[in-house]
């Protein structure tokens, strides 16, 4: 069986990894917006990781309320600066996904996501770092 201490480093290993994960498909996504021969193919790419990588995100913010309830004595639940800004961070990761599935029926989706993706990643990037303040001992 593993145990609690062991249990409460999944939400900070995977935080890091998603955040990493997002920062690529984010760079993806910017590199595909230069008229080269290569952007068809970094678009692709782009659409086809980060479905998963949305899916990390969401997992992440969950599995952090998921350790700060039931495996950390030492924080109250929601109430840090890391699960406010893991809240927005999530939240912009989510409008980033819906304004994606509207962009052949609302043309000006395509300016606002690649803005709101990026602040998603930004924020992701401000998580770790307060994520650190907060590690299991």
């Known amino acids: 069986m593993i145990s609690s201490s062991t249990l409460a480093y999944v939400h900070p290993v995977l ?5 990493g994960l997002a920062a690529y498909a984010g760079s993806l ?6 008229p080269t021969r290569a952007s068809a193919a970094l678009r ?7 479905p998963w990588v949305y899916v990390g995100i969401v997992a992440s913010f969950a599995g952090g309320l998921a350790s700060a309830y039931w495996l950390r004595d030492d924080l109250e639940g929601a109430a840090s600066g890391h699960f406010q800004v893991g809240s927005v961070s999530t939240a912009l990761f989510t409008a980033a996904a819906i304004l994606s599935r509207l962009f052949d029926r609302q043309p000006w989706t395509r300016r606002v996501h690649p803005w709101v993706g990026a602040a998603g990643v930004l924020l992701a990037g401000v998580q770790v770092f307060l994520g650190l303040q907060i590690m299991p001992h």
């Not at 692709?44 to 980060?50: F, I, S, V």
């Open 29 to 34: 996504g910017l590199r595909s917006r230069r």
């Open 15 to 19: 935080g890091f990894v998603v955040t």
């Open 44 to 50: 692709a790419r782009h659409r086809a990781l980060t």
